[in-house]
């Protein structure tokens, strides 16, 4: 069956980075993009972006562009999501999702980012 | 890219049915059939319940249901069970590759 597993909670200070990873089964990843979405706590879905696998292509939101970086490495099937210079207000789960123009599915687990001093 | 609109909360007896609505504009909603609805209880993540406005995934009840009329589209839960009780997250896509989330609702099954 599909399904995207991602990697564990982090804790990070205040002007640091984070690399979430997200690996992929059970289909061929180059045949669908991988979406990223993130979720403060008790709060709303928010679209960080996408990422093509098949050309590595990428469009991100707005409020993100300059501090985002989605890759993937298709030896593997895993898409990776780094969020630099982290502010108190990134602390969120971060969700992938494999993403095409009708969707996102299915999503990760989540992957919980603190950022703390 | 402003979040599209949803009610906070919507509720319904078991057995009854509930409509939540999701206002964009003519350039997330309104231009594209590319609807979807998502689910999520507590903890979990989101599940796709919905896509391209009104077609259902595999093993999705058909109790779910989607539609759109102009710069509105509407989840229509019918035949409500304690266990559709979740958040519902409405999404567009925006142009320009871009997508956006609804604000959400938090559907009570009384």
């Known amino acids: 069956q599909v399904q995207l597993v991602q990697s564990g909670a982090e804790v990070k200070k205040p002007g640091a980075s984070v690399k979430v990873s997200c690996k992929a089964s059970g289909y061929t990843f180059t045949s669908y993009g991988i979406s990223w979405v993130r979720q403060a706590p008790g709060q709303g879905l928010e679209w960080m972006g996408w990422?093509?696998?098949?050309?590595?292509?990428?469009n991100y939101a707005q409020k993100l562009q300059g501090r985002v970086t989605m890759t993937t490495d298709t030896s593997t099937s895993t898409a990776y999501m780094e969020l630099r210079s982290l502010r108190s207000d990134d602390t969120a789960v971060y969700y992938c999702?494999?993403?095409?123009?009708?969707?996102?599915?299915?999503w990760g687990q989540g992957t919980l980012v603190t950022v703390s001093s | 890219q402003s979040a599209l609109t949803q009610p906070p909360s919507a509720s319904g007896s078991p057995g009854q049915s509930v409509t939540i609505s999701c206002t964009g504009t003519?350039?997330?909603?309104?231009?594209?059939?590319?609807v979807s609805w998502y689910q999520q209880h507590p903890g979990k993540a989101p599940k796709l319940m919905i896509y391209e406005v009104s077609k259902r995934p595999s093993g999705v009840p058909d109790r779910f249901s989607g539609s759109k009329s102009g710069n509105t589209a509407s989840l229509t839960v019918s035949g409500l069970q304690a266990e559709d009780e979740a958040d519902y997250y409405c999404?567009?896509?925006?142009?320009?590759?871009?997508?956006?989330f609804g604000t959400g609702t938090k559907v009570t099954v009384l």
């Open positions: 999404s567009s896509y925006a142009g320009s590759n871009n997508r956006v």
């Open positions: 999702a494999r993403y095409s123009l009708t969707a996102s599915d299915p």
């Open positions: 003519s350039s997330d909603v309104g231009g594209y059939n590319y």
């Open positions: 990422i093509s696998a098949y050309n590595g292509n990428t």
